[in-house]
């Protein structure tokens, strides 16, 4: 089978590495990639190119490009085929730089995949990197880990602590470029059962709410896009930029405004039992919550029954700080919000797709 530009070999633990496939970038304007991937495919070749990352990460990249929504949504049904169970979908807002390669991407896909390389081990065995991956290099639950590595004389998976020799991809990821013209994902069906990583906006992107005697907040969605019946996560940072003493207690001094209304922590039942913590001048804290922490909302049998989810469609989120930590107690009411907030964070908008949407109507 032909894979990318080149076949790399490792020779696993010598000292000697060719210097033609180290901290090297292959490019060729042309998606060769393999003859088994799905035939509508071809016609974008010419479109395509091909990117053999050699340096400390071992893989291939296939950058395809398209020129209208209509080549573009032809194309996707295709696309998909070709990840492995279980991997995610990432998306990313056009322009956008895979830090592997250095690729700079349009509207389109990038298809990351095994380099189809060769390591030889000391005792003369060979391990190729590509399907069909034997059960060692599996996750305990049976799918594929992003990258592995050759050790004892088999593939395992990287367990994303120190890095000892080379990495090689093991899973077929699928990165998608949004532009909001050719590539839309209002017209664009995400899969099933698939996780979504959407780094379409940088934590760093985000603005703080306005600050209040120096207190701010700021809140930042894991995702901006979520499937019906996923609970959102959020990150909740607060800083103390003034001079006043005050303390929090996590959770518990949060209420989130979800399309205009405040609902409380469900922590609050428990008030008792949190920690509270100094928030003094200087002070900066950040809580990682979800939807389902708050109010009615509900997502799974841990959580309340008879809760609700967000129907689909566009909400906004808000989060706000509540001054209410006392000597020997917290405030759980929301009879004098929103005067017991200290500060409020900026407002997002999060985007629910319901199961059964082909995304073609708003």
């Known amino acids: 089978m032909r894979r990318g530009l080149f076949s790399i070999l490792i020779v696993a633990g010598a000292l000697f590495i060719p210097t033609v496939c180290y901290s090297a970038i292959f490019t060729t304007d042309r998606g060769e990639w393999p003859s088994t991937w799905p035939k509508e495919l071809d016609p974008y070749r010419k479109q395509a190119k091909t990117i053999g990352v050699a340096h400390g990460i071992q893989e291939t990249v296939y950058e395809i490009h398209f020129n209208s ?4 949504e032809k194309a996707w049904p295709h696309i998909l085929k070709l990840k492995s169970p279980g991997a995610p979908l990432i998306l990313e807002r056009s322009p956008a730089i895979y ?7 349009k509207a389109g896909v990038l298809i990351l995949c095994p380099s189809g390389g060769t390591v030889r081990m000391p005792d ?4 190729r990197a590509d399907a069909p991956w034997p059960e060692s290099a599996k ?6 880990p992003e990258y592995v590595v050759a050790q004892d004389g088999k593939w395992v998976p990287f367990d994303g602590k120190e890095q000892r020799g080379f990495l090689h991809r093991a899973r077929v990821d699928i990165m998608l470029i949004t532009d909001g013209k050719v590539v839309d994902l209002n017209h664009t069906p995400l899969p099933e059962n698939t996780p979504v990583i959407d780094r379409r906006f940088p934590k760093a992107e985000q603005a703080w709410g306005k600050a209040v005697e120096g207190i701010q907040v700021r809140l930042t969605p894991d995702n901006r896009l979520w499937k019906e019946g996923e609970d959102p996560n959020f990150a909740v940072d607060v800083r103390n930029k003034g001079t006043r003493q005050l303390r929090t207690s996590g959770i518990c001094s949060l209420v989130l405004e979800v399309d205009g209304k405040a609902v409380g922590p469900k922590a609050w039942s428990r008030s008792g039992l949190i920690e509270r913590k100094p928030f003094g001048p200087g002070a900066e804290l950040s809580f990682a919550v979800s939807l389902g922490q708050f109010g009615p909302f509900s997502w799974s049998k841990e959580q309340d029954q008879g809760g609700k ?4 469609g566009k909400h906004t989120i808000k989060a706000s700080l509540l001054d209410n930590v006392r000597d020997n107690a ?3 009411s929301l009879t004098a919000y929103p005067q017991t907030a200290l500060a409020s ?5 999060i985007e629910i797709i319901a199961k059964s949407k082909d995304n073609t109507s708003k």
């Open 69 to 72: 929504r209509d080549e573009f």
């Open 99 to 105: 830090n592997r390669s250095g690729t700079k991407s």
């Open 124 to 127: 003369g065995t060979e391990l």
């Open 139 to 144: 996750l305990p639950g049976g799918e594929l």
């Open 309 to 312: 989810v967000l129907p689909p």
């Open 330 to 332: 917290i405030n759980t």
């Open 345 to 349: 964070s900026n407002l997002v908008e």
